[in-house]
């Protein structure tokens, strides 16, 4: 059963920028661009290391280590080498601006 979590408020997530937070053992990238707020499984399907430390481009992660650009809205590969999507998940910010994961 999916579980909603609260993670910190919006604003703890600057425009452009991306965040990790670990949330029942699972890494989990926050993102913030001009389209709203992403969240996606913080490891490359190709290399197993974390997105969160790659280059933000519009609506494109790409991993620092080989290059591979991941679709932060779908969590799609879009070059190589990597094949597989990584996880998406919905992302919710309340009344009172704090934002909210759903695993």
């Known amino acids: 059963m999916p579980e909603i979590i609260e993670l910190v408020t919006a604003d703890q997530v600057p425009l452009g920028t991306v965040k990790r937070f670990e949330i029942n053992d699972l890494a989990v ?3 913030h ?4 707020f ?3 499984e913080d490891r490359c399907s190709h290399a197993d ?5 790659g280059e ?3 609506c494109l992660l790409e991993c620092w280590l080989h290059g ?3 679709d932060i809205r779908t969590g799609e590969p879009q070059s190589l080498p990597a094949l ?3 996880a998406t998940f919905p992302v919710t910010i ?3 601006g704090t934002l909210s994961v759903t695993i």
């Open 94 to 96: 309340d009344s009172q």
């Open 68 to 70: 591979s650009a991941f």
């Open 29 to 31: 990238a926050i993102i």
């Open 56 to 58: 933000l481009e519009g």
């Open 49 to 53: 290391v974390a997105l969160s430390e």
């Open 84 to 86: 597989t999507p990584v």
């Open 33 to 36: 661009t001009d389209e709203g």
């Open 38 to 40: 992403f969240a996606l």
